[in-house]
């Protein structure tokens, strides 16, 4: 059945330029509301998305998805439990690490610092750290011995480079005849890593494992065997497993459980963020509505005519739907190209907005990542396009429904 005739009239009524283009500019404005408000949900959407996989991302990326600890001290000797949970059914990699805190001394500066212990072998295994090497000492065995990797932020900050020294005092004191004497120790500068992190970049110091042994005073042991699993998101059966296997010996952790403030904190921002920007689209759809009211008053006589000449109701609802559905339908594709496009391109139009106005729009201490991160989900960009159309779909019942209700006698009578 062809709607060609109502398709004709709900044209002319979006297009009229007489005493009715006050409507037509009440309908582009609603255009550009559904438009604006698809396209920064999306953006928005993206951005939260790209925010919570990367900041979680580069947590995992240093940090294993389980860790494995002994409520007592270090574990010692810890090989034989590194093979027990290397033949644990999900795991994947499993490393031993040494961590502590240290006050870094240099050239009168001090800060404090975290401290983690990896064997060189592990340091290699780690691709955020590994690829992530920005200056390093010529030599190939740039993390051993006394040389440890910092990040760009704190050698930025410090002004330091491959070979320079740095001073580390360890917060467990010696003890002398005259008193308790701080433990210090000089090491070298082998690399400077980037993460992407400005926590990371600014405060970790990674050691070779026999020197944070020796600084920390752990003996052979060690603090934690961080365990890798090939789905970080679905780490409770490897947990189950290694309960299993250690037999309630040693306390073991995962990642979720050790970060559940920050998931949950991001999840619910996330969560807020839609349901306000989701009024946008509300609002635009409030101004359809107002559109058809008004276009139905002033097209009285027109509706009246058009009844007599042998429209039905049907007819007069079809032109007001696709009159409604007009402006939602292409203001929900529009919004949607531009909300895409932005999304994909929100780096380079970051640094092209910072160049502009000569002004840091993302600053890393504040946001922890060195970049602003955006994810497309292909399944929230057609559940955001598909609740635009839905609510201009919705906008558009109530006027056409008044407008297929119009006497036609009454009508010509006012007129």
Do not use: C
């Amino acid at each position: 059945m062809s709607f060609a005739f109502e398709r004709m009239v709900a044209g002319r009524y979006l297009r009229s330029r007489r005493k009715e283009g006050f409507i037509s500019v009440i309908a582009g404005f609603s255009f550009l509301g559904i438009m604006l408000g698809v396209a920064t949900l999306i953006i928005v959407m993206s951005v939260m998305n790209g925010f919570r996989d990367e900041l979680i991302g580069r947590i995992l990326g240093l940090n294993g998805e389980i860790n494995v600890y002994s409520p007592s001290g270090p574990i010692f000797p810890y090989e034989p439990l590194l093979e027990r949970l290397k033949k644990t059914p999900g795991v994947k990699l499993a490393l031993p690490t040494i961590e502590g805190q240290a006050l870094l001394t240099m050239q009168g500066a001090a800060s404090g610092v975290a401290v983690r212990g990896l064997r060189p072998q592990d340091f290699s295994i780690k691709p955020i750290l590994s690829t992530g090497i920005k200056d390093r000492l010529s030599q190939p065995d740039y993390f051993g011995e006394d040389r440890v990797a910092i990040g760009v932020a704190m050698a930025q900050r410090l002004h330091l480079r491959p070979g320079d020294k740095i001073t580390l005092i360890a917060p467990k004191a010696k003890t002398t005849p005259f008193g308790n004497i701080p433990r210090s120790r000089s090491f070298t500068v082998g690399a400077i890593f980037d993460v992407g992190m400005y926590e990371y970049n600014n405060s970790f110091v990674y050691m070779p494992m026999d020197m944070a042994q020796a600084f920390f005073e752990t003996g052979e042991g060690v603090s934690a065997i961080e365990v890798m699993t090939p789905d970080a998101a679905n780490t409770a059966a490897v947990e189950d497993a290694i309960n299993n296997e250690l037999g309630g010996q040693y306390n073991v952790a995962d990642w979720q459980g050790s970060n559940a403030s920050l998931a949950n904190a991001l999840d619910v921002e996330r969560n807020v963020m839609f349901l306000i920007l989701t009024l946008i689209i509300i609002v635009a759809a409030f101004n359809i509505i107002s559109s058809l009211i008004m276009l139905v008053k002033d097209k009285g006589r027109d509706i009246a005519i058009l009844r007599t000449m042998g429209a039905t109701r049907g007819m007069i609802v079809r032109i007001f739907l696709y009159t409604g559905a007009t402006v939602g339908v292409g203001g929900t594709l529009a919004g949607t190209a531009l909300g895409v496009v932005f999304a994909r391109n929100i780096e380079a139009i970051r640094q092209w907005l910072q160049g502009l106005t000569h002004t840091e729009l993302f600053s890393a201490e504040i946001y922890f990542l060195s970049k602003l991160p955006a994810k497309l989900e292909p399944g929230e960009v057609v559940l955001i396009a598909g609740m635009a159309l839905v609510l201009s779909f919705a906008a558009t019942i109530y006027p056409a429904w008044k407008a297929a209700k119009l006497d036609p006698v009454e009508a010509l009578r006012r007129e």
